[in-house]
């Protein structure tokens, strides 16, 4: 995955929504938004099905974003495109941390493939975890030991959990 980020610019649509993405971008977005339009019920209703979550989102995911990720895996590329909505929340228990995000796809099968995938990357990533130091290294352990990768019809959910105790030293030193 080759992202590149120059310059992010993020601003607020209304109480409720951020744009981020490049400049132009987000001025266009700001722009459209200022036409009266009526707010996407389906992605509300995705970003708020945690009603305990610190942070929930939802989104459409755009031929045009797709496009412009670099991946330089044909297969991983083929399914990445099969998703049509993302979602997810970031909470919190008397103990945990807990992050969900979620895909929805164009049929169960790219589900599926999806989810396959995400797994194959999970093993990669127990290899890579190893090399990570100190508590950087006990986050991405846990976070990995703890990940979860569900299909249910055409959606994807990569649910993981991490203990606070271990996020707050990294939390502590930004």
């Known amino acids: 995955l080759d992202l590149k980020i120059k310059e992010l610019a993020v601003t607020p649509l209304d109480a409720n929504t951020l744009a981020l993405g490049d400049a132009d971008r987000v001025r266009n ?10 707010a996407n019920a389906e992605l509300i209703a995705l970003a708020t099905q945690d009603p305990n979550a610190i942070v929930g989102f939802g989104g459409n995911v755009s031929a045009e974003l797709l496009q412009n990720l670099r991946i330089g895996n044909e297969a991983i590329a083929k399914d990445l495109a099969a998703v049509r909505q993302a ?12 992050l969900l995000v979620a895909a929805r796809t164009v049929d169960a099968g790219s589900a599926r ?16 975890t190893n090399r ?3 508590i950087r290294g006990v986050l ?5 030991g ?16 991490v203990a606070q ?8 030193g930004l």
């Open 87 to 98: 979602y997810g929340s970031l909470g919190m228990t008397d103990k945990d941390l807990e």
């Open 146 to 161: 703890n990940l979860k990768i569900t299909t249910q019809g055409n959606e994807l959910k990569i649910r993981t959990a």
């Open 113 to 128: 493939s999806l989810g396959d995938t995400v797994e194959g990357l999970r093993q990669f990533g127990a290899l890579l």
């Open 29 to 38: 977005t700001v722009a459209a938004s200022k036409e009266t339009r009526f």
């Open 140 to 144: 991405a352990r846990s976070a990995l």
């Open 132 to 134: 990570l130091s100190g």
């Open 165 to 172: 105790s271990d996020v707050a030293p990294l939390v502590g």
